[in-house]
């Protein structure tokens, strides 16, 4: 089945700085999300993006299907901004998620 | 509008019993996933309906797992004779066909 890495696996930043997070996948998707997962374990929709850029506020997202990577972006990081980032991907032909195992972002004051 | 919703948040059962995990979706989505979190991992798929049909229950890890969604509407996850490796978060989605899927709270399930 396909594969999705994730990196970093951890990352530790002070508030205020910038950080890139990527995800590649091994083979063709119809789609792909970005999800943070906070302390309470709540899964949060950032980004429905299987191609182009997108941006929210702080956040921005890149995904280049042709060559199988997307990079999520965070500005001006915030305490809040701290838990698991997950990239999910749903093969081409398939409606499960496939999920990375995750970045955790841990972002100090 | 409300989103998805599962109960309990927290289900603390012993090894041999059985359990039920209910699920419900943000009206109007005809497809439910159900996935499962163990600690330090992403979720994994379970089972996807569309409408009350099991369209694919691939991830189901054996048989004593069991989901119905009879209504096409709230879905129940059953799981028989519990073993200490059920114990994970389950966690509930809902989509519009295969748009983006929104993801419940979870249950946090824990066999003793």
């Known amino acids: 089945g396909i594969q999705v890495e994730q990196s970093p696996p951890d990352l530790i930043l002070q508030e205020g700085a910038n950080s890139t997070l990527r995800c590649n996948f091994s083979d063709s998707v119809n789609n792909l999300q970005w999800f943070h997962q906070n302390p309470w374990g709540q899964l949060i929709n950032l980004f429905y993006?299987?191609?182009g850029t997108k941006q929210n506020g702080r956040l921005s997202a890149t995904t280049v299907a042709t060559e199988r990577y997307s990079l999520l972006y965070i500005s001006s990081s915030q305490t809040t901004d701290s838990g698991v980032y997950f990239c999910a991907v749903l093969p081409g032909g398939s409606e499960k998620l496939v999920f990375g195992k995750g970045t955790k972002l841990t972002v100090n004051p | 509008g409300a989103g998805v919703s599962q109960t309990p948040s927290n289900k603390v059962t012993e090894k041999g019993k059985y359990v039920e995990l209910r699920c419900d979706p943000i009206s109007g989505h005809t497809a439910l996933y159900w996935y499962r979190q163990s600690l330090g991992q992403g979720p994994e798929f379970l089972i996807y309906?569309?409408?009350?049909?099991?369209?694919?229950d691939s991830g189901l890890p054996n048989d004593r797992f069991f989901a119905v969604r009879p209504e096409g509407s709230v879905s129940t996850l059953k799981i028989q004779r519990t073993e200490r490796g059920d114990s994970a978060v389950y966690l509930c989605?809902?989509?519009?066909?295969?748009?983006?899927?929104?993801f419940g709270p979870g249950t946090r399930l824990t066999v003793l």
């Open positions: 309906f569309q409408g009350t049909g099991a369209a694919d």
């Open positions: 989605a809902s989509s519009f066909g295969l748009d983006t899927q929104y």
């Open positions: 993006i299987p191609s």
